[in-house]
């Protein structure tokens, strides 16, 4: 009753989530997991997933808090897996998917009225040398295809209440933009974290924190986070987000 065709039900253990996957149209990857561990969870209120997907972030929230949550995803498909998801978990009366674009959020969500919003947007700028995935549903979960990082956070900033806090999964070479485009919005950049894949490589993954109209001094830089040991294993704070203690 809940899989189309070539779809999967896979489970993140460490929150006792089932999610609906799909090749062909979306799966969760590690960047979910480690920005639903990244900021501190409300127990109650409102949270906000923007770019939900297949609904991962808010789905692996769930578990952590009573507040209610809303899921605003662009693409049809996407939602409804989204929302067979919450069914298939017994999340109904938590969780509302919206298969709306970002621009209408304010149309089903109250402006400044959300307590933490959370956000997995396209990584990559729409250019015209820039190379996209030819699976359309692909595509636009990693170009800034329909949205772009500017109108992300002008969005959560227009649905965060005064303290409400903006947490975002990017890639490190978008930092700088991140920073420039959050204080543009009123959002207090507050703490940053840069993923690894192992030591003495690169980071390839960005996680980042603000507050709306935060105090603009004590700003904090988490320690680094490495996802792999020498032997390709996970980590134990990366295994532990995954699989649990």
């Known amino acids: ?6 779809e999967r039900i896979d489970q993140l253990y460490a929150d006792d989530i089932q999610i609906i996957q799909s090749a062909k149209v979306f799966s969760f990857s590690l960047d979910a997991v480690l920005l639903a561990n990244f900021p501190s969870i409300p127990k ?16 692996f929230v769930s578990r952590k808090t009573n507040a209610k949550i809303y899921q605003i995803e662009l693409q049809e498909k996407l939602a409804d897996m989204a929302q067979r998801s919450i069914q298939l978990n017994q999340l109904e009366e938590q969780m509302t998917v919206y298969p709306i674009d970002l621009k209408e959020s304010l149309s089903k969500i109250k ?4 307590d ?5 947007p396209p990584y990559f700028k729409n250019t015209e040398t820039a190379i996209k995935n030819p699976n359309p549903h692909l595509a636009i979960a990693r170009h800034e295809l329909h949205t772009n990082l500017d109108e992300v956070i002008q969005t959560a900033s227009k649905l965060l209440k005064t303290n409400g806090r903006l947490a975002l999964v990017h890639r490190p070479d978008r930092f700088l933009d991140i920073l420039e485009c959050m204080r543009n919005y009123r959002i207090a950049p507050k ?7 192992k030591q003495g490589k690169e980071a390839n993954i960005l996680l980042i924190e603000g ?11 988490a320690p680094p986070l490495i996802t792999y040991d020498e032997n390709g294993n996970y980590n134990p704070e990366t295994h532990r987000m995954l699989y649990g203690n």
Do not use: H, W
């Open 1 to 6: 009753m809940y899989l189309n065709e070539g």
């Open 191 to 197: 703490r940053v974290q840069f993923v690894y894949p």
């Open 116 to 120: 933490l919003l959370l956000c997995n």
């Open 111 to 114: 402006g400044d009225s959300v």
């Open 44 to 59: 109650r209120g409102t949270i906000v997933d923007l770019c939900a997907g297949n609904g991962a972030v808010g789905l």
């Open 211 to 221: 507050i709306k109209d935060g105090k603009t001094d004590g700003f904090k830089v």
